[in-house]
């Protein structure tokens, strides 16, 4: 049984390719580790309180920073919550924290390109306002 010459060379670009952009995907692993690490809940949560607007912008940018896994998000959010943090911002920052990625921004233009990289996270920051205000009014509906 031979093997498709198409398969195995798509399987060693793919490996070299992945090679390629290990250096990067480890150090924003590290990146994202040092930030949970060092910056607890508290110190956010007095970066919010001010008004829905700020707490919103305060709450993309946080979550476009911290970046990680979005169960963790509503972990973080809960414990923010506690604290008096509003729903704008909790709203906004689970939203950022999985779909922006400032920490990630070199790798996913090394492999993406820079153009597709701009684009999508703008559309991922508009959208993340949009939805969180969204949100809000389905919250208040059900309520």
Do not use: C
Not at 16 to 35: E, H, Q, R
Not at 105 to 124: C, D, H, K, V
């Amino acid at each position: 049984m031979s093997t498709n010459p198409t398969i195995k060379k798509a399987f060693i670009n793919s490996f070299k390719n992945f090679i390629s952009i290990m250096p990067v995907m480890i150090a924003i692993v590290g990146l994202v580790s040092i930030f949970q690490t060092y910056i607890t809940s508290d110190m956010i949560s007095q970066l919010f309180g001010y008004n829905r607007f700020s707490d919103i912008l305060t709450g993309t940018l946080i979550g476009a920073i911290a970046n990680g896994h979005g169960s963790l998000s509503f972990i973080i959010a809960k414990g923010l919550q506690s604290q008096g943090v509003s729903i704008y911002a909790l709203s906004t920052f689970t939203l950022a924290w999985v779909s922006l990625g400032f920490v990630q921004l070199p790798a996913e233009a090394s492999i993406f390109g820079i153009r597709f990289t701009i684009i999508r996270n703008i559309l991922a920051f508009l959208s993340t306002i949009i939805i969180t205000y969204l949100t809000i009014i389905t919250i208040g509906l059900v309520s």
